[in-house]
């Protein structure tokens, strides 16, 4: 069983920064890739960034691309979303997830495990 927590969401200026974290529990946690999603109002939940388990090959959407940056720090079971330039249309609930294999996919079915989610919202 991996438990997700997801910590760092707020209100933030359009242009500003957060970082959103997401810690997990497991002994597991470093053979997996981990990924972030998010789901603005009325919408689906959509992909945004993924990172393979040694963090070495990362995936971003394109709408996030030059703006997130996708981490990890095995040792300490977390992953991170550096999120830099942020605009309007980032306003959304952010979901951590683990993924079932070791590389970073985008498809929702790829990943088994998802946290509670933690809400950004970015004031124009």
């Known amino acids: 069983q991996v438990q997700l927590v997801e910590s760092g969401g707020g209100l933030v200026q359009a242009g500003g920064s957060l970082r959103l974290s997401c810690a997990a529990s497991g002994r597991t946690f470093s053979r997996y890739a981990m990924g972030w999603f998010r789901q603005a109002p009325g919408k689906e939940r959509e992909f945004v960034a993924a990172?393979?388990?040694?963090?070495?090959?990362?995936k971003y959407a394109d709408s996030v691309k030059g703006r997130f940056t996708i981490s990890r720090d095995n040792a300490k079971n977390t992953v991170y979303l550096q999120m830099n330039s942020l605009k309007p249309e980032d306003t959304a609930v952010y979901y951590c997830?683990?993924?079932?294999?070791?590389?970073?996919?985008?498809?929702?079915?790829?990943?088994?495990?998802w946290g509670q989610g933690t809400q950004v919202t970015v004031s124009s």
């Open positions: 990172i393979s388990w040694s963090g070495g090959s990362t």
């Open positions: 997830a683990k993924g079932k294999t070791s590389l970073p996919n985008t498809p929702e079915s790829e990943y088994d495990y």
